[in-house]
């Protein structure tokens, strides 16, 4: 089975901060590769698949990047409703979340 | 307006049965993968399914020979039939769209049906 890592697993930041989350396959995954959003009590949001495209609706501020094992969600410029726990999925072999990211307001 | 509205769930014993529906709107489930998801409390989201549009099911390990996903074209709603229930499956479950291939990522979510199994 492959395994997601996420890092970190929490994070403290300030509106209109440059924030970065890692994620690391066990193996390599393609741009297999998906972001997630989730709120306490919603449904959780896609950001974006394959790696590196935008949802529809979501905005730019909110980029990926990477291949083979090692991804990074970018957000640009922080805003209230960012924060939020993130999840990476991969999707080469079958589906894994990685453990997720606790984004808070510092 | 496309939507996922699950239900079904509530409060079951350990050993006990209970089956789940996602039903959709403004989209053909045969026509498009589903999967569902669940999130236990304090945990994180764990995939529990897939059917694909061929009708071909898969599961995770956690669940495989206990749970039962299927899909009802003529109701525009799919199912997951859950078996042998344990307390680690206390969970709230999503289901959730999948991406036109050859993306395969969930796109438009439910809010969630809590299952709770407990004595």
């Known amino acids: 089975d492959i395994q997601m890592t996420q890092s970190p697993s929490s994070l403290s930041a300030s509106v209109g901060d440059r924030v970065t989350i890692t994620c690391r396959a066990s193996q390599n995954i393609d741009t297999f590769l998906n972001w997630y959003q989730h709120k306490p009590g919603k449904a959780p949001k896609l950001l974006i698949y394959t790696a590196s495209s935008l949802q529809s609706g979501v905005p730019s501020r909110f980029s990926g990047s990477g291949s083979g094992t090692d991804f990074t969600l970018t957000i640009s410029s922080l805003q209230p409703e960012d924060f939020a726990t993130y999840y990476c999925?991969?999707?080469?072999?079958?589906?894994?979340f990685g453990q997720g990211t606790k984004l808070e307001i510092k | 307006e496309v939507q996922l509205v699950e239900s079904g769930g509530g409060l079951i014993q350990p050993g006990g049965s209970l089956r789940l529906a996602c039903a959709a709107s403004g989209f053909t489930v045969r026509n498009i993968y589903m999967r569902w998801v669940r999130q236990a409390p304090g945990k994180g989201l764990e995939w529990v399914s897939v059917i694909y549009s061929g009708g071909s099911t898969f599961y995770a390990d956690s669940v495989k020979g206990r749970f039962t996903m299927s899909r009802d074209n003529s109701q525009n709603t799919i199912y997951l039939q859950m078996n042998s229930l344990r307390a680690e499956d206390t969970a709230v479950y999503y289901c959730a769209r999948g991406l036109s291939p050859p993306h395969d990522a969930l796109d438009i979510w439910g809010q969630g049906t809590m299952v709770t199994v407990s004595s």
């Open positions: 999925e991969q999707s080469y072999s079958m589906y894994t």
